[in-house]
């Protein structure tokens, strides 16, 4: 009973949270939506060489995890996290400066650049089915959670933008600081649960459907 009340809680507050920042989390979306379109224009638009050396790449790792090549699950997931760090600090740092807030934006629309380049490359190099497959394999779990957790972190940012912008006192800008810095905490477990997902279940995930490439 009480783990249910304790889940229904963080439900409330996190919908109260979603619900008073829905135009933040609009305008983070729709750079998020920018950058994913921007990585689509930019693939499909590559050089005819460029293209085969994707293809290549692409069909040499396929090739490689079909005769048992052994991926270093822990060397991967330490890459992976420490990547998350680096973005969860970057975006922190960028909406803690105030100032920064362009940055935050820009971050957001180079991982949708990232997202519709890799989708537009598999598409390009397996054919659209294939390439849907490959996605939700590879992709979509680990981007259920990384994706929302983005988008939160950015909107926290701002969101600290606004309040010191509201009342400039020294009291108010550290505790609106504290607030996004343990809001950032949390996003960051977050980032690291993404990691964990995209090493130990989406890879094993592939594996079992690799032979359909």
């Known amino acids: 009973m009480r783990n249910q009340k304790t ?21 983070v ?3 998020l939506l920018i950058g994913v379109v ?10 005819q ?8 790449y692409l069909s040499n790792f396929i090739t490689a995890l079909k005769t048992d090549y052994q991926i270093d699950k822990i060397t991967l997931l330490k890459q992976s996290v420490t990547e998350n760090i680096i973005l969860a600090t970057a975006i922190w740092f960028a909406g ?41 394999l590879t992709i979509l779990l680990q981007n259920i959670v ?17 309040s010191i912008m509201k009342d400039r006192r020294k009291e108010n800008i550290k505790l609106e600081i504290l607030k996004h810095t343990i809001f950032s905490l949390f996003i960051l477990i977050a980032f690291i649960l993404s990691s964990i997902i995209e090493v130990y279940i989406s890879n094993n995930i592939l594996m079992i459907f690799i032979n359909y490439f």
């Open 146 to 162: 990384f994706i929302p957790a983005i988008l939160a972190e950015s909107v926290s940012g701002i969101k600290l933008y606004k």
């Open 49 to 56: 060489d460029e293209s085969m050396q994707i293809k290549d």
């Open 96 to 136: 803690a400066c105030v100032i920064g807030i362009p940055v935050v934006y820009a971050i957001v629309t180079f991982r949708g650049f990232c997202l519709g380049y890799t989708i537009s490359a598999l598409a390009m190099s397996f054919g659209s089915t294939k390439a849907i497959v490959f996605a939700l």
């Open 38 to 47: 921007i990585g689509a224009i930019f693939i499909n638009n590559i050089s």
């Open 7 to 27: 889940n229904n809680k963080f439900i409330s507050l996190f919908s109260e949270h979603i619900i008073n920042n829905i135009r933040e989390y609009i305008i």
């Open 29 to 31: 979306i729709i750079f």
